[in-house]
C-alpha cells in the first residue's frame, strides 16, 4: 500500500505540475478543478509521498481528509452525471481529475487503516446522536428553503428535479434511520455504507469549504455567495450551509457506527493480526 501511495502522488503530482504551468483546460465549473492552487495542490503530493516514509496514522487521515476536501466539486459531478436534467455543468476532465485527488485520499485511508490499532464498536448513543444531526440538518434545510419558497430554485421542474428532491429527503431522513435501528441489519452491508460513507463524507467535504469561502467573503465585505446567490438572502445561506455541514457530519457519524456494529468476525481477526504487527 505505501507504493501505491508514492506512485500516486508521483503520478498526480506530475498532471498537477502540467496543468500549475498554464497547461489546464478551461474547467466548466467555477475556478479549478480543485479548491485549492496548483501548486498547493504539488506541494500536497509531495507531503504524501514523504509521510509514508514513517507512518502516522493520524497524519494519513488528515492528508486523506484534506485531499477530499480538496475535490469537494465531486459532490456535483455525482449529481450532475445521475441526474442531467438538472442542469448542473458537466466536466469529464474535471470530475476525473478531481476522482484522481479522491482515489488518492482513499489509498492514504486504507494505508492508514493498516497501521492504526483495532477499533472498537462505540456506545449506541453516539450513533443515535449522528442520526438525529443528519436528520435535523436536512429538516433545517428544507426550513429555510420554506420560508424564501422552494420555487427559488436554479433548477427548473423536471423529473430529475423530483427525483432529486425525492434521494435528498430519503438520505436525511430514511437512511440515518437504517443506520441505527436494528431494521438496517437486514439490509445488506454495502447498501447502507457505501451511500451513508459517500454522501456523508461527500456533503460534510463539499459544505465545509463552502462555509469557510463564506466567512472568508464576509470578513472581505463581499456577498457570501456570490453571483450565484439567485437572488436569495445572505440570511438564506447562513442557515442552510451549517445545515448541510451538521447533516454530512453526522450521517458519517453515524455510517461509521453501523459499520463498527456490523463488523464481521474475519474483519475483527484481521484488525487483531494488524495491530500484533
Excluded at 428532491?165 to 437504517?178: D, H, K, M, R
Excluded at 465545509?208 to 453571483?227: E, H, T, Y
Aim: aromatic fraction near 10%.
Amino acid at each position: 500500500m505505501r507504493r501505491a501511495v508514492v506512485v500516486w502522488a508521483a503520478a498526480y503530482g506530475a498532471l498537477r505540475i502540467w496543468y500549475a504551468t498554464s497547461h489546464a483546460p478551461a474547467w466548466k465549473l467555477p475556478g479549478d478543478d480543485l479548491l485549492i492552487p496548483g501548486w498547493v495542490a504539488v506541494a500536497g503530493c509531495v507531503v504524501t509521498a514523504l509521510a509514508v516514509i514513517r507512518i502516522r496514522p493520524r497524519l494519513l487521515w488528515v492528508l486523506a481528509a484534506g485531499w477530499l476536501a480538496a475535490a469537494a466539486f465531486i459532490l456535483l459531478d455525482g449529481v450532475a452525471a445521475v441526474l442531467p436534467g438538472l442542469g448542473i455543468p458537466f466536466d469529464v476532465l474535471g470530475m476525473l481529475s478531481r476522482l484522481g485527488a479522491v482515489s488518492g485520499a482513499v489509498l492514504l485511508g486504507l494505508l492508514a487503516r493498516s497501521h492504526q490499532p483495532a477499533a472498537t464498536p462505540w456506545p449506541p448513543w453516539i450513533s443515535t446522536v449522528g442520526a438525529c444531526l443528519a436528520t435535523a440538518g436536512c429538516l433545517t434545510r428544507l426550513g429555510a428553503q420554506a420560508v424564501v419558497g422552494f420555487e427559488k430554485t436554479p433548477y427548473g421542474n423536471s423529473l430529475s428535479l423530483l427525483l432529486f428532491e425525492g434521494g435528498f429527503v430519503l438520505a436525511g431522513t430514511l437512511l440515518p434511520f437504517l443506520l441505527v435501528h436494528r431494521l438496517g441489519r437486514w439490509f445488506p452491508r454495502w447498501l447502507l455504507l457505501l451511500p451513508g460513507y459517500a454522501i456523508g463524507c461527500g456533503i460534510t467535504a463539499y459544505f465545509g469549504v463552502g462555509l469557510i469561502q463564506m466567512i472568508a467573503n464576509a470578513v472581505q465585505g463581499q456577498p457570501v455567495f456570490g453571483d450565484v446567490a439567485l437572488g436569495l438572502p445572505d440570511s438564506f445561506f447562513w442557515v442552510a450551509v451549517p445545515a448541510y455541514l451538521v447533516w454530512g457530519v453526522g450521517l458519517t457519524v453515524a455510517a461509521r457506527g453501523y459499520q463498527l456494529a456490523t463488523r464481521k468476525a474475519n474483519d475483527s481477526v484481521c484488525d487483531l493480526q494488524i495491530t500484533q504487527r
